[in-house]
């Protein structure tokens, strides 16, 4: 599996578009790392800070699921209230990890530039 076959679970063509500023987005910025992941009926883009397994984006017909996870959230530069205000809405899921239903890429680039703001 490859990022490409990622983007072919997404059935959207805005959600699509979304995806793909998710990963050019994330393919900037140094210390940064990416790669397709496959488990099961649940297959992502695991995207890495340095080592760590900081935030996901996982396809879906008609969005993709961003995720916070907790090393990201652990570094102190993001947090759980800081995310909510400026996405009402995310939801936390019961891991504590931030997730987010993005839709187009309009969002995807409020996400990422929430993200590179924190780096």
């Not at 990622?6 to 940064?32: C, H, N, P, T, Y």
């Not at 984006?57 to 947090?79: F, M, Q, S």
């Not at 809405?89 to 839709?103: D, K, M, P, S």
Request: aromatic residues 8%; glycine residues 6%.
């Amino acid at each position: 599996m490859n990022i490409a076959d990622l983007r072919k679970e997404i059935v959207s063509s805005d959600a699509k578009v979304a995806f793909d500023a998710i990963v050019d987005g994330f393919s900037g910025q140094v210390g940064m790392s990416m790669n397709a992941h496959e488990q099961g009926f649940l297959n992502s883009l695991r995207i890495y800070r340095d080592s760590d397994y900081c935030f996901a984006a996982v396809p879906n017909d008609e969005w993709v699921l961003a995720y916070i996870r907790k090393p990201e959230l652990r570094r102190g530069k993001l947090t759980v209230d800081g995310v909510m205000a400026a996405f009402p809405e995310a939801r936390l899921t019961n891991q504590g990890e931030v997730t987010l239903r993005i839709r187009d890429a309009g969002t995807a680039a409020r996400w990422l530039a929430m993200i590179r703001s924190a780096a």
